[in-house]
């Protein structure tokens, strides 16, 4: 009989590998592949350790969630416009009861008793409280503490097992391989740079996408409903004759039309100032209902306001008035007065409009993400010191949103998360529309090396860098557009394109491109086939399967196109700090569009009919609803970007809004 000897290295070789298995019907249901050098890991936790345990459960139907918005938003469904109410959707997406049961029977055969057990009011997440080596028990893991050189502490462990059963009902465990700062916002804040939208040069701001371009201007002289100069500045009489707009007259107290901002607000003087311009109609002192959001004030003194929030407003009531605006501010000052890429955006917002928003778990994130959004109380002297609010406000039917940052900057479980949301907000009833931003195909300077090709993705910055939100396939995203030189809003425009503002940061142009998270949706996936086979640019392209820049690409050919539409953005009139500014960004094209959507349902709501909700299905259903726009483009990365032509493309979408035309699709549909 012959016998194998196994040397004492091979025998504790086998050990480790034994010991590095999952037990028994168990398997590794998270493990982080990658630590950032910036993560230091110390010492193994103490034994006794006491630590705050959520487990997220998966949520149901997730998998089925786009369907059920093309339900309503499809203009061929029989169940178009039967929007849910919040109830239904939380009732739809709640993980299951199957889920809860299975997790707390385990738990509870594990030792962790139920009495201990809480379970969350949106039915997310279990929570309790065990010591370290409970969880290590439980999990078949070690945690250890670790430091961020800047970021603060946190505790984590590199991987962790669920029995086989079990895993299908939890999205993540936390603490876990998740690294996280728990110190609040303090350290985070102290080295931000102030934040608007895209370009608040007005103020010498930087960071977020959507903003205005500013050119100090004398008052013009002429007759404000003069048609003649609107290839100089367009006035709300320009943008009614370029779009056949009439006069509004409707003002339903349901549908008053949102705003979203953060940083300074509007001045009301400012606001005044406008009305006695070009809005005559509108009494002096006419200004949005407050939903004030996380310490938010509102409104700014002259010298400290926002030109994203004035110009936002001027536009808005010029076109929709005596209808009503809602503004909601987000944030108190510390907040909002600095930025740095990398810092969330939308959360605290999302969280006042939808209180299982703050709780909510999916993407292996639940709530707001610690290190990224800000943190309440805010114990700064000044700081907001309430709780984070949570469902105390109700969206509005339009929301308008003017800021943005680049996908590059932030987790796509972060974005993914959002995105999700908005879809809800979708199934309710709500069009959110957005700007795409005013770099064309690159990303805001800053956000890149200060080299040539600054803005630009990639080891040789030549990857085009596309904007979120604007990527997300559940909001309207908007292009610019502009009046050339001598032509008239008889002629067709072009796409947005003005090289004077580089003395200020880069050249400004529409916003486009293709996404790197989100695939092309079903809706859009005809135009989007259409461009890219009759106009394609002849760049190199990668997939959404593969790494960025694969195989030199610099653009991702199979993931979502934007923007979706457009609307002139440049040569604006507005009033800033009491003074008259020649303004331009997306950030006025997308309350101009979101403007004209608002009016369209007080049409239907005055026919008996619900409002439009999310409208990207029916505006791509129904081309011939827009003027299309075949000129001009949105370079960027050392090339001349896309090129607006027949059809949609990633510079102006469908191109700008035919109202009458546009009207005429909605009212026709249920």
Same mark, same amino acid.
């Given at each position: 009989m012959h016998f194998t000897t196994l040397s004492v290295a091979a025998l504790g070789a086998l050990a480790q590998i034994s010991s590095a298995l999952p037990p028994p019907g168990h398997s590794i249901h998270e493990k982080r592949e990658v630590t950032s050098s910036r993560w230091v890991k110390r010492d193994r936790l103490p034994s006794d350790a006491r630590l705050p345990i959520r487990i997220g459960l998966s949520q149901s139907n997730l998998d089925q969630a786009h369907k059920y918005l093309m339900d309503v938003s499809d203009p061929k469904s029989k169940n178009y416009a039967k929007h849910w109410t919040q109830e239904e959707v939380i009732a739809k997406f709640a993980p299951s009861k199957e889920a809860v049961e299975a997790t707390r029977e385990w738990l509870v055969k594990s030792g962790i008793s139920g009495h201990r057990i809480s379970h969350s009011d949106n039915r997310g997440w279990l929570a309790f409280d065990a010591t370290t080596k409970e969880m290590e028990d439980l999990l078949d893991t070690e945690f250890h503490a670790y430091d961020h050189e800047t970021q603060g502490s946190t505790v984590g462990c590199d991987e962790y097992s669920l029995p086989n059963h079990v895993r299908r009902h939890v999205d993540f465990v936390s603490p876990g391989i998740k690294l996280a700062p728990s110190g609040g916002s303090a350290k985070r804040n102290a080295k931000r740079n102030e934040k608007r939208g895209v370009r608040q040069n007005l103020r010498k701001d930087t960071g977020r996408k959507g903003s205005a371009s500013y050119s100090v201007s004398p008052i013009p002289n002429s007759n404000t409903t003069d048609l003649s100069t609107c290839d100089k500045i367009i006035t709300p009489e320009c943008i009614r004759a370029l779009y056949d707009v009439p006069p509004a007259n409707l003002s339903d107290p349901s549908n008053?039309?949102?705003? +979203?901002? *953060?940083?300074?607000?509007?001045?009301?003087?400012?606001?005044?100032?406008?009305?006695?311009?070009?809005?005559?109609?509108?009494? @002096?002192?006419?200004?949005?209902?407050?939903?004030?959001?996380?310490?938010? *004030?509102?409104?700014?003194?002259?010298?400290?306001?926002?030109?994203?929030?004035?110009?936002?407003?001027?536009?808005?009531?010029?076109?929709?008035?005596?209808?009503?605006?809602?503004?909601?501010?987000?944030?108190?000052?510390?907040?909002?007065?600095? +930025?740095?890429?990398?810092?969330?955006?939308?959360?605290?917002?999302?969280?006042?409009?939808?209180?299982?928003?703050?709780? $909510?778990?999916?993407?292996?994130?639940?709530?707001?993400?610690?290190?990224?959004?800000?943190?309440?109380?805010?114990?700064?002297?000044?700081?907001?010191?309430? %709780?984070?609010?949570?469902g105390v406000f109700q969206p509005t039917n339009v929301i308008s949103i003017s800021y943005g940052v680049q996908e590059h900057d932030l987790p796509a479980a972060y974005q993914r998360r959002q995105c999700t949301e908005f879809l809800k907000l979708g199934l309710q009833g709500v069009t959110v529309v957005v700007a795409s931003g005013?770099?064309?195909?690159?990303?805001?300077?800053?956000?890149?090396?200060?080299?040539? @090709?600054?803005?630009?993705?990639?080891?040789?910055?030549?990857? $085009? @860098?596309? %904007?979120?939100?604007?990527?997300?396939?559940?909001? %309207?995203?908007?292009?610019? %557009?502009?009046?050339?030189?001598?032509? *008239?809003?008889?002629?067709?425009?072009?796409?947005?394109?003005?090289?004077?503002?580089?003395?200020?940061?880069?050249?400004?142009?529409?916003?486009?491109?293709?996404?790197?998270? $989100?695939?092309?949706?079903? $809706?859009?996936?005809?135009?989007?086939? *259409?461009?890219l086979n009759n106009w394609n640019p002849g760049y190199p392209t990668y997939g959404l399967s593969q790494s960025m820049g694969a195989n030199g690409g610099i653009y991702n050919n199979q993931g979502r196109g934007f923007?979706?539409?457009?609307?002139?953005?440049?040569?604006?009139?507005?009033?800033?700090?009491?003074? +008259?500014?020649? @303004?331009?960004?997306?950030?006025?094209?997308?309350?101009?569009?979101?403007?004209?959507?608002?009016?369209?349902?007080?049409?239907?709501?005055?026919?008996?009919?619900?409002?439009v909700g999310f409208v990207n299905p029916t505006l791509y259903a129904n081309p011939q609803a827009m003027n299309d726009i075949t000129n001009g483009t949105n370079p960027g990365c050392n090339t001349t970007g896309f090129a607006a032509v027949e059809g949609w493309d990633p510079v102006t979408g469908l191109g700008t809004p035919n109202y009458p035309k546009l009207l005429s699709v909605f009212m026709g549909l249920n």
């Open positions: 008053s039309m949102g705003i +979203f901002e *953060t940083g300074a607000a509007y001045a009301q003087k400012d606001m005044d100032l406008f009305y006695s311009r070009y809005a005559p109609q509108i009494p @002096n002192g006419t200004h949005p209902k407050h939903n004030l959001i996380d310490g938010a *004030t509102a409104p700014s003194v002259p010298r400290q306001a926002s030109g994203e929030a004035d110009l936002d407003f001027q536009l808005a009531y010029s076109l929709i008035y005596p209808q009503g605006t809602t503004l909601f501010q987000a944030d108190d000052q510390y907040v909002t007065s600095a +930025f740095t890429y990398g810092n969330g955006l939308f959360n605290t917002f999302l969280d006042a409009i939808d209180g299982t928003y703050c709780n $909510y778990t999916a993407f292996n994130i639940t709530g707001d993400s610690s290190g990224i959004d800000p943190t309440y109380p805010d114990e700064r002297p000044g700081g907001y010191n309430g %709780t984070l609010q949570c005013d770099d064309g195909v690159e990303g805001r300077l800053g956000d890149e090396s200060k080299g040539a @090709n600054r803005g630009c993705l990639g080891p040789e910055h030549k990857v $085009y @860098n596309p %904007t979120y939100p604007a990527t997300c396939p559940y909001l %309207t995203t908007v292009g610019a %557009t502009m009046v050339f030189p001598n032509k *008239t809003v008889n002629d067709p425009e072009s796409a947005a394109y003005d090289d004077d503002l580089r003395k200020w940061s880069q050249l400004f142009s529409s916003g486009g491109g293709f996404s790197n998270i $989100y695939p092309i949706p079903d $809706y859009q996936a005809p135009a989007v086939a *259409t461009y923007p979706d539409v457009a609307a002139v953005g440049n040569n604006i009139a507005s009033f800033v700090g009491t003074n +008259f500014f020649n @303004n331009g960004g997306t950030s006025a094209s997308a309350p101009i569009f979101a403007s004209l959507i608002n009016l369209i349902n007080e049409e239907r709501i005055a026919a008996g009919k619900n409002p």
